[in-house]
């Protein structure tokens, strides 16, 4: 280190002293105070751990120059060129040189090769194949998980519930055509009948095809008779009632007659009677007796 004093500018070479310490002091200095080590030399002691050491490859040191023996000369007193000297390197086996071995590590499965072509051949076959696989078909079939016993016995009691419902809707005409006149047996059969054209019957039981005319003329006259008195009972009440529905028609306007009974006129004590107006369909229209714009003389 080269410094400047005063006005002459004279250069003063300072020189560093080492100083040897006792070894007391170098014990509580290594105690104390840890030499840095460089990241080199941490991955190489991690290196070293794991793996063999490299070998070293020889340094080949270039000829020394005259200032480089000059400076040997000066320094062969100092000491950290002696601890130099006596260090030997590292330990011979360390240096012991031999195979080096590589650790390996494969994560694979062993699997028998025939088995493996096989498996390969079956998938192989299954994808060029038209037909779905086996275990498409296997879900299709499979059957719909079946229902606690408590869903079933519910749904099973929410049906009767409705059926009750439904009868009870039908039936409820019943009720209040019922008066302390009438029997219940008459209300009884006419619910039964009811249920059973519910069911599929045909017809009612309470409607016959057959009976005498002054029978039936008697029933219709009764429940006209019924259904006026109905209407007057809401009228007086204030209550609207449905619209009075039409007769029907019925769709045979004639009653069809036997095979021996003539389609004109009529046959009565073994004579056959016409009418003028049968005589007129016999002979046609342009037979017409009266005279008109057209008869009258030339």
Same mark, same amino acid.
């Given at each position: 280190?080269?410094?400047t004093?005063?006005?002459?500018?004279?250069?003063?070479?300072?020189?560093?002293?080492?100083?040897?310490?006792?070894?007391?002091?170098?014990?509580?200095?290594?105690?104390? #105070?840890? %030499? !840095?080590?460089?990241?080199?030399?941490?991955?190489?002691?991690?290196?070293?751990?794991?793996?063999? %050491?490299? %070998?070293?490859?020889?340094?080949?040191? !270039?000829?020394?120059?005259?200032?480089?023996?000059?400076?040997?000369?000066?320094?062969?007193d100092? =000491?950290s060129?002696?601890?130099?000297?006596?260090w030997?390197?590292?330990?011979?086996?360390? +240096?012991?040189? *031999?195979?080096?071995?590589?650790?390996?590590?494969?994560?694979?499965k062993?699997?028998?090769d025939?088995?493996?072509?096989?498996?390969?051949r079956?998938?192989?076959?299954?994808?060029?194949?038209?037909k779905?696989? @086996?275990?498409?078909? /296997?879900?299709?079939? @499979?059957? =719909?998980k079946?229902?606690?016993?408590?869903?079933?016995?519910?749904?099973?009691?929410n049906?009767? +519930?409705d059926?009750?419902l439904?009868?009870?809707?039908?039936?409820?005409?019943?009720l209040?055509?019922?008066?302390?006149?009438?029997?219940l *047996? #008459?209300? $009884?059969?006419?619910?039964?009948?009811?249920?059973?054209?519910?069911?599929?019957?045909?017809?009612?039981?309470?409607?016959q095809?057959?009976?005498?005319?002054?029978?039936? @003329? *008697?029933?219709? #006259? @009764?429940?006209?008779?019924?259904?006026?008195?109905?209407?007057?009972?809401?009228?007086?009440?204030?209550?609207?009632?449905?619209?009075p529905?039409?007769?029907?028609?019925?769709?045979?306007?004639?009653?069809?007659?036997?095979?021996?009974?003539?389609?004109?006129?009529?046959?009565?004590?073994?004579?056959?009677?016409?009418t003028?107006?049968?005589?007129?369909?016999? /002979?046609? #229209?342009?037979?017409?007796g009266?005279?008109?714009?057209?008869?009258? $003389?030339?």
């Amino acid at each position: 280190m080269s410094t400047t004093l005063g006005k002459r500018k004279r250069e003063v070479v300072v020189a560093t002293r080492h100083r040897r310490r006792s070894s007391s002091d170098d014990g509580d200095d290594q105690h104390n #105070a840890i %030499p !840095p080590e460089t990241e080199r030399d941490i991955f190489k002691k991690y290196f070293e751990s794991t793996f063999e %050491p490299l %070998p070293e490859s020889p340094t080949v040191l !270039p000829p020394p120059s005259d200032e480089d023996e000059g400076e040997d000369d000066d320094g062969s007193d100092d =000491p950290s060129s002696r601890e130099d000297e006596d260090w030997e390197g590292l330990s011979g086996s360390e +240096h012991e040189e *031999g195979p080096t071995t590589v650790e390996v590590v494969e994560h694979w499965k062993a699997t028998n090769d025939s088995e493996d072509a096989e498996f390969r051949r079956l998938q192989y076959k299954t994808f060029m194949s038209s037909k779905p696989p @086996k275990e498409v078909e /296997q879900t299709t079939k @499979k059957k =719909p998980k079946q229902q606690p016993e408590e869903e079933d016995q519910s749904e099973a009691l929410n049906l009767k +519930h409705d059926l009750d419902l439904q009868r009870l809707l039908k039936e409820s005409h019943l009720l209040e055509e019922a008066k302390a006149s009438s029997t219940l *047996g #008459a209300h $009884r059969h006419k619910a039964l009948d009811m249920r059973l054209q519910s069911l599929g019957s045909k017809g009612s039981l309470f409607q016959q095809e057959k009976m005498p005319l002054t029978h039936r @003329k *008697g029933i219709l #006259a @009764k429940a006209a008779s019924r259904e006026a008195f109905r209407r007057q009972e809401a009228r007086e009440n204030g209550i609207i009632l449905e619209r009075p529905s039409g007769k029907a028609k019925s769709s045979q306007s004639r009653r069809e007659r036997g095979v021996d009974v003539p389609a004109v006129g009529k046959f009565r004590g073994g004579t056959l009677k016409l009418t003028k107006k049968d005589v007129v369909n016999i /002979q046609g #229209a342009g037979h017409s007796g009266g005279r008109g714009s057209k008869g009258r $003389r030339r």
